[in-house]
Every structure is written in structure tokens, then in C-alpha cells.
């Protein structure tokens, strides 16, 4: 499945920000420890959060989400932590 299904959003899909979410995050190339983090978040909103105002944008880059059946790459996080029906407050300065 692609960063974000765009058929789906075309046929008026609403993603769950409720859900459970499940990001998994590579770590620097140039790190020798842990190849990769894995966190479980009870809420997607909360999983977005984190990977775009906490994960360092490098790793953000190589990072995916996983809510339910749906796979989304760093470019499809930042696109649903953008969305006007992104339900937390963001931070005010927030560079892609």
C-alpha cells in the first residue's frame, strides 16, 4: 500500500484518529546501535504527534505509521497531522 491511499481519501474515507496506531522509526545510518525504535500509541493522533514534533526529521523521512489496515510513510503522517480534521493542538512552529 502507497504512503497514503489516495484512493480512499477520494472516496471520502475518514481516517480514525482514535485508533490504534503503531510507528516504527529507523534509527541514523550512522548509528551502530538498534537498527530501528517500534512504539505503540493507543490514539493515531497521539502517534503523529510524536513522529512529527518529536522524531528528528531525518528520521521522520524513514519512519511509517500502521492504523488498522492503512500504511503511511513520513510524507502521509505530515499529511495527516496537516489535515484541517487533525483533532490535537499543534505546535506554532512546526518546519517540514
Known sequence: MGAFDQAAAAEGEVFDYDAQ???FSA????????ASAYRRFDRAADA????????????????HLQVEESRFDGNGIRRLYEAAEYPLVRRDAVSP
Do not use: N, V
Open 48 to 63: 503523529i504527534r510524536f513522529a512529527i514534533e518529536d522524531l528528528p526529521p531525518e528520521q521522520l523521512l524513514r519512519a
Open 21 to 23: 496506531a503503531e510507528l
Open 27 to 34: 534509527r541514523s545510518r550512522k548509528s551502530s546501535r538498534q
